[in-house]
């Protein structure tokens, strides 16, 4: 079953405008959320997350937002450019649970939203 | 600082054979985690590594195997490849109880 989906395989957005890219998930031991770019060829990278204890969080043109009644996140780009054009994966953390004690955790991803930002 | 590095970045291996993958954490990071990319999908956890130990795995049978070793590379070994285990192979590094974890460029395995 999938934990964490992204019902969005595709978004096309005007180069200004604003994208929101969303995410839902069913886990409530998820304890923090992260989103990932990632270009053809790349690895992921790190963009922004937020802690299952906020509802907000913002750094520079991209900002989350968490509904955690509705286990609903999106990620806001304002304004949109560009170089956003890539693949947006939403990832959820986990708790591992191990002999080496707590500390570890696993991340669930979504299947991934492209983002077209058209000039 | 030098970031996550992954070797090789293409491979081509045949049904049944076996195939070791290899990783370079981020300076100071001390787990590593191997995901596993198919095409169109999201990286899926196949396990993590923390002082030498296995710490966590996903749903991967156990053909799926690793080592991390004191300078903090890693190596993934899988055995007996099917055709499904074709894909991109990531390997992300983090220092432990860290919420981001820093991701190589991944390899690319093809089984025919």
């Known amino acids: 079953d999938q934990q964490v989906k992204q019902n969005s395989p595709s978004l096309s957005v005007q180069e200004g405008r604003i994208s929101i890219l969303n995410c839902d998930y069913t886990?409530?031991?998820?304890?923090?959320f992260l989103w990932y770019k990632k270009y053809p060829a790349e690895g992921p990278t790190f963009l922004i997350s937020?802690?299952?204890?906020?509802d907000k969080n913002e750094d520079g043109r991209f900002t989350v937002f968490l509904n955690k009644s509705a286990k609903h996140l999106s990620l806001h780009i304002v304004p949109s450019q560009p170089g956003d054009s890539a693949v947006y994966f939403c990832?959820?953390?986990?708790?591992?649970?191990?002999?080496?004690?707590?500390?570890?955790?696993?991340?669930?991803f979504g299947k991934g939203t492209k983002l077209s930002v058209i000039p | 600082e030098t970031g996550v590095t992954q070797s090789p970045t293409h491979l081509i291996k045949t049904r049944g054979q076996q195939v070791t993958l290899r990783c370079s954490s981020q300076?100071?990071?001390?787990?590593v985690s191997w995901y596993q990319q198919a095409l169109g999908q999201g990286p899926q956890f196949i396990f993590q590594?923390?002082?030498?130990?296995?710490?966590g795995r996903g749903n991967f049978p156990p053909r799926f195997s690793g080592l991390q070793f004191p300078n903090y590379s890693s190596e993934l070994n899988v055995n007996a490849l099917e055709l499904d285990d074709s894909a991109l192979y990531l390997c992300?590094?983090?220092?432990?109880?860290?919420?981001?974890?820093?991701f190589g460029p991944g390899t690319r395995l093809t089984v025919t």
């Open positions: 886990n409530s031991m998820f304890d923090y």
């Open positions: 937020i802690s299952s204890i906020k």
């Open positions: 590594y923390y002082r030498e130990e296995e710490n």
């Open positions: 992300a590094s983090a220092k432990q109880g860290a919420y981001e974890q820093y």
């Open positions: 300076s100071g990071h001390n787990t």
């Open positions: 990832a959820a953390r986990f708790p591992l649970y191990s002999d080496s004690g707590a500390g570890s955790y696993q991340l669930t």
